[in-house]
């Protein structure tokens, strides 16, 4: 069930969003080569907590960390380690919910390590105009469809795949409500956008194969060719005239 949320809704979800935007711009000066990603969790925590939220993430379904933090190959649940230490030329994708008086927002990032290489670069522009394409088209009356196909068709035209198993999705109290986004579709099919819906868009984006796996963690996924990931994502609310990006400053 898709629910609608009143004004008063919009504006808790926005302050939890707000504390994943501060988040990603006090983290991002950290990320360099050397640092681990057990580091990144634990600064990431403590700002969520210093702004009076907690991790949405940690002890979701026995996810044993405050962020996930997914460097190359792995595209998503990537489990923050004392002993996987960022390196020059590695991209990384911090993806994060705050939750905080009740409702949740929800926000990822692929982050350049110290010098990187231009295809690596080139991945991260890509998830971004993705999402830039996708949310474009956000308004009442559009069907979601619209929105997965200009993901999908945006990936296709670098040679670029998304994954089928994956998706966006609402957001609110739970991090994980109806509806579901996935990364490709068809116009003209699907939900339709209402004025007052939460949702996130998150291509996520392969640089080859559409194929993943998960790694014997339970939560790992990465590209079962070996290549590049990236992954961009948002909380937006869907107004009476386009849209709003909660999850910037």
Known sequence: MIILKSPREVGLIKEASRVVALCFDR???????????????????????????????????????SICASVNEVILHGIPSKKKILRDGDIVTIDLVAR?????????????????????????????????????????????????????????????????????????????????????????????????????IEPMILEHGSAVRVLNDGWTVVSKDGGLTSHYENTIVVTDDGYEILTTL
């Open 27 to 65: 983290v991002a000066p950290l990320i360099k080569p050397g640092v681990s990603t057990q580091e990144l969790n634990d600064f990431i925590d403590q700002v969520m907590r210093d702004e009076g939220a907690v991790s949405g993430e940690l002890n979701y379904n026995g996810f044993p960390a």
């Open 100 to 200: 905080k008086n009740g409702y949740c927002g929800d926000a990822a990032r692929t982050f350049s390590v110290g010098i990187c290489s231009q295809r690596a670069l080139k991945m991260i522009e890509i998830a971004k105009e993705c999402f830039d394409n996708a949310v474009s088209l956000v308004k009442p009356g559009v069907h979601l469809g619209d929105i997965s196909h200009a993901i999908e068709s945006t990936a296709k035209r670098y040679g670029c795949s998304v994954p089928r198993e994956y998706t966006g999705h609402g957001i609110g109290r739970n991090m994980h409500e109806d509806p579901m986004i996935p990364c490709y579709g068809v116009p003209g099919t699907g939900p339709v956008l209402r004025t007052g819906m939460t949702i996130c």
